[in-house]
């Protein structure tokens, strides 16, 4: 299972982005879909999980302001990232809970992170 993710760049302080990841692959089932971010000489931290049945979470620092979606058709998820801050700059991964076919197993897989720059 691969994960692409897309849509990054820079953006000034108020402005939107849409992220986009794409999973590719021999995939059975989809369980969760997540993006995450880690800024510069910080840790990994949580942005957004969207389930199969789609069920969403939000870390605090970005609820209100941005929208995780998937299209379980075409094994994609989106985030739609408004009013964005210069704290919202850092690599956004996408992450995916899947099966892979030919398995019973849920494994963890990650995309290659795209770079978001807010200006201020």
């Known amino acids: 299972v691969q994960l692409q993710a897309f849509g990054g760049g820079l953006v000034q302080a108020g402005g939107s982005l849409r992220l986009s990841c794409v999973a590719s692959?021999?995939?059975?089932?989809?369980?969760?879909l997540a993006w995450y971010r880690q800024a510069p000489g910080k840790q990994r931290e949580l942005v957004a999980t969207?389930?199969?049945?789609?069920?969403?979470n939000y870390a605090d620092y970005v609820k209100g302001r941005f929208t995780i979606s998937r299209d379980n058709a075409k094994s994609t998820v989106a985030l739609q990232m408004n009013s964005l801050k210069p704290e919202d700059t850092a690599v956004y991964f996408c992450?995916?809970?899947?099966?892979?076919?030919?398995?019973?197993?849920?494994?963890?897989?990650w995309g290659q992170g795209t770079l978001v720059t807010v200006s201020s």
């Open positions: 692959g021999n995939i059975y089932r989809i369980e969760s």
């Open positions: 992450n995916a809970i899947a099966i892979p076919s030919g398995s019973l197993e849920l494994r963890n897989y």
């Open positions: 969207i389930t199969s049945a789609g069920s969403t």
